[in-house]
């Protein structure tokens, strides 16, 4: 693995979930994980230097958030105005 640690690309192996995870985002195989194996460049375009991007619609997740806090605002307003009612209620029980 030592030669595969400076070069960029793709690797599969044969089980990833034998991987050893170290610190943050590494990985390093053992001998259950077997040796990586480099996969041919298809489908996709690696950049170095570059971040990856969210495939999430910022705008559309804030309004969604917005739209979920007022349903929970006005859950929790419904469950006060019931609790006042059952005071209400009990108060002229006496």
Do not use: C, H, W
């Not at 595969?4 to 599969?12: C, E």
């Not at 619609?57 to 979920?68: H, R």
């Not at 806090?69 to 209620?89: H, Y």
């Amino acid at each position: 693995m030592d030669g595969l640690i400076n070069r960029i690309g793709v690797y599969d192996f044969e089980n990833p979930y034998e991987l050893l995870k170290t610190d943050g985002q590494r990985f390093y195989e053992t001998a259950l994980s077997g040796q990586a194996q480099a996969l041919e460049p298809t489908g996709y375009e690696l950049k170095q230097y570059y971040l990856e991007r969210s495939n999430v619609d910022l705008s559309q997740e804030i309004s969604d958030m917005i739209v979920t806090q007022r349903a929970f605002q006005f859950s929790s307003k419904v469950v006060q105005t019931a609790d006042e009612i059952e005071d209400i209620v009990n108060s002229l029980r006496r």
